[in-house]
């Protein structure tokens, strides 16, 4: 074993570590929800009329009547006293990916100096965190500081329990005294809102009388790597941005795909058990687990739930990883890229709409009958990806993402919609303007329906689309590991509704001149796939030849960086789909742009930063100890008569030098802060900063391979990826 001493005592730590401690897991029936106010528990503990009226906010969104808040409120501090809760917490999600959470006390002082518990309704429905130090993009100025947080009636308020103590969490959105949304939960709920009515419109036009409210669903498939804490501890790149802005390729990688799908490994397993234990006690439905393609690399999927409540669990779920691994020595990365050169962790958000009446609206079915409400829907999405592409592009641009959209391991930056050979081929009879069948399916019955009939399962996978049918559900592949998925459920459901509505329309102005209803839904079929169909798209997404077709022939947006993409957030036509639907209101948009444009040029400098420290204060002085070493031993030698090849020493000092000119440029890129525009110092960071990162790291990588590895200062890759 060589390395510096921090490097050995790292690996010496990780083969002394004792296990951690496995308890036999208890029964799910025990488990499941326990530290959840779940409606069953609401129903136990509240007086029928209370109940019945929070069950029907919950179930279809109606107001809540704020008299019932009171009672509801006495019986979860009951709830939550029970279960050692000293402490309430309104949780919400600030513009940042993150959770935040202010707790406050149960405790009242009375006048004569005595202590109760206390929790109103005005406590449980509204909270004031200020939380002045979020980014709000101008919405706040500090004189008018103020934040509410108000009660999400619709997700569940739960237990967290940590070694200090429990907290009772209550889920609410975040809005400024002005009323505009400061948080990711704000626009989620009212783009489903704006979906359900669209819905709503369309299914009664196709005759339904008995209409269920719209929701949409949501299913977060989530990627992540699992590093030892001892090797985190001393690479100041992976502790401050949670990837590696250096380190050179070790001898194996992943070519080998033995990871994929291997057996866990054990240590691996026992955090899995204790993660998936947290998550079923916050009634979050983990469902699979397996090791993903790249070594230390792992993948949770829950089973799908609605889209709110499925959002605020899969923050639990990324802070009950990231927390977890901690406990259990290791470090939970959530980056999209931490190792270069190894596949990068990605969430691919499972999306369907659907209600209890009409059942899963994205379902091809058996029955003609659903397949006109099927194709309907799937040609909305279809006209929706086409018209809004950019901004799907835009929603999941960041820093991070970047290194992954377009590598070749991930869907490209370019939006495009795979169907699968079936209904690929539908949709071709219908712009044909004949339906003939639909393959594998036999001959339909013309008596029936013009409308064929689909197998289940309509279409193979393809895993280079950024946007795949999945027999009953899109996936959107291309949403980073690490991101909140609000933000693309809010664009698939506002460019959803705004489909929906043009389809209302369109099919309305149909009906009006007399048109039947079945020749109208074709016709409005074949307007959308020949207007829109260029998003459709099959083959290879990675292939070269795509993505020219895509642009040149076919028009569709390549954005590579988040730089190009996240400007769409200011064009007119996002603003007033936004506006028009009630998602956004135009300042609230221009506010986002202004976070994430602040937070991608704030990731980069600080990676800028971490790459010149590195270099100078780790590898720079590596490097020159070790050339000192050897051009002293050489001289020694040849003094005895021993003359080895001197080589190596130009080769390092030539690199050195060439790393050094570099780092100089690099600083003086981070101290340049004069720009124009907002957009200028975008490209800036992606054109200039990111490039001379990467040339620096090129001559840094050949450096470790070059140097002495007892002089090597950070953990390499081979150490990080393979020792557990
Ligand atoms: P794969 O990796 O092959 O795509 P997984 O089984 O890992 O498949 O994940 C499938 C995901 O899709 C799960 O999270 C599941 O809950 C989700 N899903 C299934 N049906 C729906 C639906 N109707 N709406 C939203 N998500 C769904
Ligand atoms: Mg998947």
Wanted: proline share 4%; with cysteine.
């Amino acid at each position: 074993m060589t390395g510096n001493a921090a490097r050995i005592q790292a690996v010496q730590n990780i083969t002394n570590r004792q296990p951690t401690a496995t308890t036999f897991p208890e029964p799910l029936s025990t488990l499941w929800a326990s530290d959840v106010f779940t409606l069953a528990k609401m129903k136990e503990s509240l007086p029928k009329e209370i109940f019945k009226s929070v069950k029907k906010t919950v179930e279809t969104g109606a107001e809540l009547d704020i008299s019932v808040a009171d009672v509801v409120a006495a019986a979860m501090k009951d709830w939550a006293l029970s279960k050692g809760a000293l402490y309430y917490a309104h949780v919400f999600y600030p513009l940042t990916n993150a959770t935040a959470e202010k707790h406050d006390g149960f405790i009242s002082v009375q006048s004569d100096g005595s202590v109760i518990s206390e929790f109103s309704g005005k406590l449980l429905v509204q909270g004031e965190p200020d939380g002045s130090s979020f980014p709000n993009g101008g919405i706040r100025s500090t004189f008018e500081a103020r934040g509410y947080t108000a009660w999400d009636v619709t997700s569940p308020a739960y237990i967290v329990n940590t070694d200090n103590g429990a907290t009772l969490c209550i889920p609410t959105v975040f809005v400024s005294w002005t009323g505009e949304a400061l948080d990711k939960k704000t626009p989620l709920l009212r783009s489903n809102a704006a979906m359900n009515k669209a819905a709503t419109r369309v299914l009664s036009l196709l005759g339904n009388k008995d209409i269920a409210p719209v929701n949409s669903s949501c299913g977060a498939e989530q990627e992540y790597f699992l590093v030892d804490a001892n090797f985190v501890n001393s690479r100041p790149d992976l502790l401050l941005s949670g990837r590696t802005l250096l380190g050179a390729s070790p001898a194996k990688g992943q070519q080998f795909d033995d990871h994929y799908f291997g057996a866990i490994p054990e240590r691996v397993q026992v955090y899995m058990q204790d993660v998936e234990e947290q998550l079923y006690r916050l009634g979050i439905p983990a469902k699979t687990r397996h090791n993903e393609v790249a070594p230390g690399q792992f993948e949770i999927a829950p089973f799908h739930e609605a889209a709110n409540v499925a959002t605020d669990h899969q923050q639990m779920i990324m802070t009950v990883l990231k927390n977890t691994a901690k406990k259990h020595g290791l470090v939970c990365l959530l980056h999209e890229k931490p190792f270069k050169g190894i596949n990068g962790s990605g969430k691919h958000v499972n999306w369907s709409v659907g209600n209890s009446t009409q059942g899963n609206l994205l379902d091809p079915g058996n029955t003609p009958h659903s397949n006109t409400q099927f194709l309907i829907f799937c040609a909305a999405v279809i006209r929706g990806v086409h018209k809004y592409g950019p901004l799907l592009r835009a929603v999941i641009a960041s820093a991070s993402n970047d290194h992954r959209l377009g590598a070749n391991e991930a869907p490209p930056a370019i939006m495009s919609v795979y169907l699968g050979s079936q209904i690929d081929n539908v949709f071709e009879q219908i712009s044909n303007g004949k339906i003939t069948g639909s393959l594998n399916a036999g001959v339909m019955d013309l008596g029936i329906s013009t409308l064929p009939i689909f197998n289940k399962d309509a279409g193979d996978r393809n895993r280079t689309s950024p946007f795949a049918f999945t027999g009953n559900r899109f996936e959107f592949r291309a949403v980073g590991s690490g991101q909140s998925v609000a933000g693309p459920l809010v664009s698939m459901n506002t460019m959803l509704a705004d489909s929906l509505n043009w389809v209302a329309d369109t099919l309305e102005a149909h009906l009006a001149k007399g048109v039947a209803l079945e020749a109208a839904v074709l016709a409005t079929l074949k307007e959308i796939i020949d207007t829109h169909g260029a998003v459709v798209f099959g083959g290879n997404g990675y292939s070269a030849e795509w993505h020219k077709m895509a642009v040149e022939e076919r028009g569709l947006a390549n954005l590579k960086t988040a730089a190009d993409a996240l400007p769409v957030l200011k064009e007119k036509y996002i603003e007033e789909l936004f506006d028009k639907l009630g998602v956004l209101s135009p300042v609230e948009l221009a506010s986002r742009f202004e976070i994430y444009a602040e937070q991608y040029i704030l990731a980069i400098e600080v990676e800028a930063k971490l790459v010149v420290s590195m270099v100078k204060t780790g590898i720079y002085p590596a490097a020159v100890k070790y050339l000192a070493e050897l051009s002293s031993t050489l001289s020694s030698l040849k003094g005895n008569g021993i003359t080895l090849d001197a080589g190596r020493l130009t080769t390092i000092s030539e690199s050195l030098n060439s790393l050094t000119a570099i780092i100089e440029k690099l600083s003086a890129a981070i101290a340049q802060h004069d720009f124009a525009t907002i957009e200028d110092h975008l490209q800036f960071c992606a054109k200039t900063i990111r490039p001379l990162m990467d040339e620096a790291r090129a001559y840094a990588d050949s450096l470790e391979t070059e140097i002495s590895d007892e002089l090597w200062p950070f953990p390499t890759y081979q150490e990080m990826l393979f020792i557990k």
